[in-house]
């Protein structure tokens, strides 16, 4: 055992006066693989930190080190096989073993007191590169605290002070067959999800406010084929079992008969393009303007100023109601076109259309509805003109209008708030990425927008003001 306490501290050594960075592998005294890495600092000879500690330790091991050399020959002279061991049959030295002990103990309090005085000297230096760190913890390498220094002191195995079981040998081996590599983790995307502009509102963002603020767009998705130029993307801020808030719902409007309705039971489903089922809706929809709201598809059938509700457990149609005098199939559509004269929106107060007649001159006309006989309950018509905004959306019960479907720097231009009455200008900067808005909606549950630009399924996060 003495002998491989001598071999430790003569390999430490040697490690702290190497002048080029080099790798060595070798067993440690459990039998575990150990990686050594030892480079020298480019900027300094020694720290200076550490100048009035370490010669000391220096010496006080090689002291220590005679002294163990002197008591290993005394013990084989003796018959003895080491400072713990005796031959069988042999008698032991009582002075011999009480020394040793205290020899023991003696070199663990100076490595620990090595230790404390290394560490601060090459603190943040860089000694062991991110490329090293990463392969010796694939192969299980311990980190050694300290090893390889160039700071004139010794460096300090991971493993502990050699007991008094037998040690193993060590066998360093040479580092030409060693190959060091890079590795890519993936990532599932329901974890990103909970880190971007998907996850649940913040506790501060609980109340209704005004909109004062809409961040940069967030991609979520992408149509894969030419179907899905324009669309809609939905998610339940309300859900009804067995439906969930991870339940993501979507409809490629491009097409004369729209009836597919695409189910995905987690986020990530959605991004990857693969849906759990699909929905077969009893008439086609028109345009961009659906939406999911508690446990039902709200929709404008085709070539209709109708409304109907499409149940999702039962996967019929539960509801239908007119719109009277409402404008369809290109009379009154945001500038983009699209047929998009009939919108439907959801926010904390619950369902509203968003359409225009032939009485309000293709002025914005907004209508709460009962969510299960699409009965109108309220209208207020407003003096914001529909061709002349590019979408709009509902949060709190005020309705705001977006400038541009493809403008880059597009703004949040108009509100008007259906507890006043009246309407106002903004001025709130608005990103269209792709230069193609065919769909915006609000998601109260979320406190995000859901957007379809050009091919992209992405998200705007929002900020509105205090209650």
Same mark, same amino acid.
């Given at each position: ?72 020959? &005394?013990?084989? /002279? +003796? $018959? ?5 061991? #005796? =031959? @069988?049959?042999? %008698?032991?030295?009582?002075? !011999? *073993? ?44 311990? &980190?050694?605290? /300290? +090893? $390889? ?5 010794? #460096? =300090? @195995?991971?493993? %502990?002070?050699?007991?008094? !079981? *037998? ?47 809409? /961040? ?252």
């Amino acid at each position: 055992m003495l002998g491989v306490w001598l071999l430790l501290w003569g390999s430490v050594a040697l490690g702290g006066r190497a002048d080029t960075a080099f790798l060595r592998r070798a067993h440690d005294s459990s039998g575990r693989c150990t990686y050594s890495f030892t480079v020298a600092s480019p900027v300094e000879a020694a720290c200076p930190e550490a100048a009035g500690g370490v010669p000391e330790l220096r010496a006080e091991l090689a002291a220590l080190a005679a002294r163990l050399g002197r008591l290993e020959s &005394r013990e084989r /002279g +003796a $018959g003895g096989s080491g400072p713990r061991g #005796a =031959e @069988p049959g042999g %008698a032991r030295d009582p002075q !011999a *073993a009480a020394a040793a002990s205290r020899l023991e103990a003696a070199y663990g309090e100076l490595l620990r007191a090595k230790t404390v005085t290394d560490v601060p000297c090459c603190r943040g230096r860089g000694h062991r590169p991110p490329a090293f760190r990463g392969a010796a913890a694939r192969h299980g390498a311990p &980190r050694a605290a /300290g +090893a $390889g220094r160039r700071c004139g002191a010794l #460096a =300090e @195995p991971a493993h %502990a002070v050699p007991g008094p !079981a *037998a040690a193993p040998r060590w066998e360093p081996q040479p580092l030409s067959y060693q190959e060091l590599q890079s590795e890519r983790s993936e990532v599932p995307v329901s974890r990103l999800l909970d880190e971007t502009a998907l996850g649940r509102p913040g506790k501060e963002d609980s109340g209704c406010g005004q909109l004062l603020w809409v /961040g940069e767009p967030v991609v979520f998705g992408r149509a894969d084929s030419i179907a899905g130029k324009y669309g809609v993307w939905m998610k339940d801020p309300e859900p009804v079992p067995p439906f969930t808030r991870d339940n993501t719902w979507r409809v490629d409007t491009v097409g004369t008969e729209v009836r597919q309705l695409l189910q995905y039971e987690e986020a990530e489903q959605l991004a990857r393009g693969y849906p759990a089922k699909v929905h077969i809706l009893p008439r086609p929809l028109e345009s961009t303007g659906a939406v999911i709201y508690r446990g039902g598809l709200f929709f404008q059938p085709r070539q209709s100023r109708s409304v109907a509700r499409y149940d999702l457990r039962g996967e019929s149609i539960t509801a239908e109601r007119e719109i009277p005098g409402a404008g369809y199939h290109g009379q009154y559509p945001y500038s983009w076109g699209g047929y998009t004269d009939i919108d439907l929106a959801v926010d904390e107060t619950g369902l509203w259309v968003i359409y225009s007649t032939d009485k309000a001159r293709g002025a914005i006309v907004l209508s709460k509805l009962d969510p299960e006989t699409l009965e109108i309950r309220r209208t207020w018509e407003t003096n914001i003109r529909k061709r002349g905004v590019a979408n709009s959306f509902l949060i709190c019960g005020t309705l705001y209008t977006v400038s541009s479907y493809s403008a880059p720097n597009a703004t949040i231009n108009f509100a008007f708030d259906t507890a006043t009455g009246t309407s106002r200008a903004l001025s709130i900067p608005f990103e269209n990425r792709f230069r193609y808005l065919s769909m915006l909606d609000y998601n109260p549950a979320e406190r995000q927008l859901f957007a379809w630009d050009s091919f992209n399924m992405v998200t705007y996060p929002v900020r509105l003001s205090r209650p």
